[in-house]
């Protein structure tokens, strides 16, 4: 018998499913689970009170929204004491990443702006093709390659640098 566990095994008997909690509820279970990945998406948490207890063992709790991202680390002394393992940042510098329209700015006091894409102040002033997309908001929902300043109106009606992000095509 092997004394080392394999980590591609996530059957539920080894409790390797239980590794990695991704929060909130996305539908991803039964795919991590069909690519035999050591992580579950099943924890009903939206991030209220009280904090779910951590199961058994060494398990992870990782954000997969903005929303989440946030309150795990508003939070995390509780989910700490409650028994989970957590990466965060401060809540600052989490507002800042979950605001597209922000970003640039951050970016720039942290020295890192020269890696992003070049946005643009308005659709006159870009190039195109670029990215037109809100400011918050996840997985590419309203996200548009437009090819036009008439395309980015169409798509926005009231184009403004704080609602919506226009940037660059990479």
């Given amino acids: 018998s092997s004394s080392t566990t394999d ?9 390797l499913g239980n590794r990695f909690h991704w929060v909130p509820p996305k539908g991803w279970d039964d795919h991590a689970r069909k690519l ?34 946030l309150r795990i680390a508003k939070l995390q002394e509780m989910l700490v004491k409650a028994g989970w393992k957590i990466i965060t940042s401060p ?3 989490i507002e800042s990443l979950g605001n597209k329209a922000n970003l640039p700015h951050y970016a720039a006091k942290i020295g890192m702006a020269e890696f992003l894409p070049q946005h643009y102040a308005s659709p006159e002033r870009a190039v ?28 926005t009606q009231n184009f403004s640098t704080t609602a ?6 990479v």
């Fill in 128 to 155: 195109y093709p670029c990215v037109l997309k809100p400011a918050k908001g996840e997985y590419g929902a309203n996200t548009w390659i437009c090819m036009s300043r008439d395309d980015v109106y169409r798509n």
């Fill in 91 to 93: 809540p600052h510098v």
């Fill in 36 to 69: 035999r990945i050591c992580a579950r998406n099943s924890l009903h948490w939206q991030g209220d009170a009280p904090v779910p207890i951590a199961p058994t063992g060494s398990a992870w709790l990782l954000p997969c929204s903005d929303t989440l991202s």
């Fill in 164 to 169: 919506w992000v226009l940037q660059e095509l």
């Fill in 7 to 15: 980590l591609s095994d996530c059957d539920e008997d080894l409790d």
